[in-house]
């Protein structure tokens, strides 16, 4: 499937290389008939203007697909224009006229196309895209206190983790070798291990091959000694004694994000179409959904629908400069923490960084090597997801905050009535939930809570969005769904999550929630949307608990 998918893209881009081939050669011709204007004509600021703007964006797509020779020459005519409108340089009709002669088509040589795609082939062939990981995410702990050992045991289990543990090392590494883990949680405290150190259990992972293998530290000390060890020793999260369990599964879910969230999301901005087509399909050969929008006046509605983790603007647009969209965008604080990126064949060190100084965040000149283009848009990405995530998440349950579900709400109702479509929004509410923290302490409440928070997380649709809408309340918003598809979804996680043991000490018990779900076209509005839901949910606890009820349900 793989190999399919990647040839697809391979002879896109073919198509796209051979569609651009035959524009260049209509422009380069468009450059050649300008050379034979009047002086008068050519030395018109208006006329420079054009010839700067069109070498300025014809350079950097020409450069992109391969033309090294046609870019330089368009670069050299770019800089002679751009001494004249803007450093006050003289017209020399004769050097235009020049330069422009020879970006006569013959320039334009196919086999520089060729090669270039000989070495991007040679460059995906090497490369490896992004592969999901299985749902079992398998753990090994390094843990001697049985006690303990047991806690985390338990508790990641009930998270839906894979958990295996372990008192020593030498049975730890024996064991990877016939079943290699996803990441070791040890306490760097053991007693029975020789020598013992972070870094000699480091040590030992490298030499049976899992230096990549993620460590996360649980320690009853926690002072700077200890943790610039860790640092040393690429521990990637440290936790202090007593092990908080939903604490750990969160920093678990943010280590192990990249192979277990949806892919990046990257927009593109360019009014070059080919260029930033081309930049498309470099991103998706890498497992990054972009989307390309060559319309900067349409932005917004497509931030708000496809909700970007990175920005990617072309400089120079005409309609608008990719400076004057990025404060466009910043003028709206909720998309703050989205990177911009300026892509441009702009070489003007002043000019890049004035661009940075009013709300971009890096600057890429074209054209891109690809390795290194991809690996600044997945750092910034992952970065700026950890960020938002962090900003907007609660850090118990890793769901959305009830100010972020709401807003969430919102944007899907519109939508559905945009669309003429339906969106069912639920509000579940665990049952009994305060005799669960007066008979087991408020840490075992928390670990029910997140239970139930990662049981929705991993039950539900990518499309489909969860929050802690209060302390043991969630909101679930499920669009182009209506109550009764909705109802047989929550049911079956609601079954699902009665049959889950929890521990405290030496005594088991289970839990269950209810629900009350509302569809969209039965209200006016989003507090009635909400206020319906919620009514339907005092029906379910009503009639019991431990079911879910439909708004329409008066039974």
């Known amino acids: 499937m793989a190999n399919e998918r990647e040839a697809s893209i391979q002879k896109e881009m073919a198509k796209l290389r051979n569609e651009f081939h035959d524009r260049l050669i209509v422009e380069l011709e468009e450059f050649v008939a300008y050379s034979s204007l009047p002086d008068q004509e050519i030395c018109r600021t208006e006329t420079l203007q054009k010839l700067y703007e069109a070498s300025h964006r014809l350079a950097g797509s020409a450069l992109t697909f391969g033309y090294s020779d046609t870019g330089n020459l368009l670069r050299r005519l770019e800089g002679a224009l751009d001494a004249i409108l803007n450093q006050g340089a003289e017209v020399n009709v004769l050097s235009i006229r020049r330069q422009l002669n020879v970006l006569a088509p013959a320039v334009a040589i196919p086999s520089e196309t060729k090669k ?110 200890e943790k610039l060890e860790a640092a040393r020793n690429n521990v990637v999260a440290f936790l202090s004694k007593p092990v908080n369990i939903p604490a750990l599964e969160s920093n678990l879910e943010f280590v192990l994000q990249p192979q277990t969230k949806s892919p990046y999301r990257v927009l593109l901005v360019d009014d070059d179409i080919y260029s930033m087509e081309h930049h498309r399909l470099m991103l998706d050969k890498w497992g990054i959904m972009a989307h390309a929008l060559p319309d900067p006046s349409k932005i917004l509605d ?7 983790d990175l920005m990617i603007f072309d400089l120079h647009m005409p309609s608008c400069t990719g ?182 000490k030496n005594e088991v018990f289970t839990s269950s929630f209810s629900g009350g779900i509302c569809q969209s076209d039965k209200v006016k509005n989003i507090d009635e949307f909400l206020e319906q839901a919620d009514l339907a949910l005092y029906r379910a606890k009503e009639r019991g608990r431990n079911q879910i009820v439909q708004s329409d349900d008066t039974d």
């Open 116 to 225: 270039n795609l000989a070495a991007q082939s040679t460059a995906t062939e090497s490369s490896a895209l992004a592969q999901p990981m299985s749902n079992s995410v398998l753990l090994y702990v390094l843990e001697d206190d049985p006690s303990t050992s047991d806690l985390l045991k338990i508790g990641l289990s009930s998270f839906g983790y894979n958990v295996s543990t372990f008192t020593d090392i030498d049975t730890l590494c024996d064991s990877a070798k016939k079943e290699r883990p996803d990441a070791l949680i040890v306490d760097i405290e053991k007693k029975n291990i020789a020598e013992h150190t972070l870094a000699n259990v480091a040590k030992r992972l490298r030499e049976d091959g899992m230096q990549a293998l993620p460590i996360l530290v649980v320690s009853q000390y926690d002072s700077f000694t």
């Open 302 to 308: 497509v931030i708000e629908e496809f909700q970007p």
């Open 323 to 504: 400076v004057e969209l990025a404060e466009v965008v910043r003028f709206h604080t909720h998309w703050i923490h989205i990177p911009i990126i300026f892509l441009s064949s702009e070489r003007n060190e002043g000019r890049q960084i004035s661009a940075m100084m009013t709300g971009g965040d890096d600057f890429i000149v074209k054209p891109v090597v690809e390795e290194n283009f991809v690996a600044t848009i997945m750092s910034r990405a992952q970065r700026a997801r950890q960020l938002a995530e962090l900003m907007t998440r609660d850090s118990l349950t890793g769901l959305l905050k009830h100010t972020e579900i709401k807003e969430r709400l919102g944007h899907e109702y519109s939508r559905a009535d945009r669309n003429k479509s339906v969106v069912s929004v639920a509000m579940l509410d665990i049952d009994k939930f305060k005799r669960v923290n007066d008979s087991y302490g408020h840490q075992t409440g928390d670990v029910v809570i997140a239970t139930l928070a990662h049981l929705l997380r991993r039950g539900l649709r990518a499309t489909d969005i969860v929050g802690r809408y209060g302390g043991e309340e969630y909101l679930v918003i499920l669009p182009d769904t209506d109550a009764e598809r909705a109802a047989i979804k929550l049911n079956s996680l609601r079954k699902e999550f009665e049959k889950v043991k929890f521990r405290h």
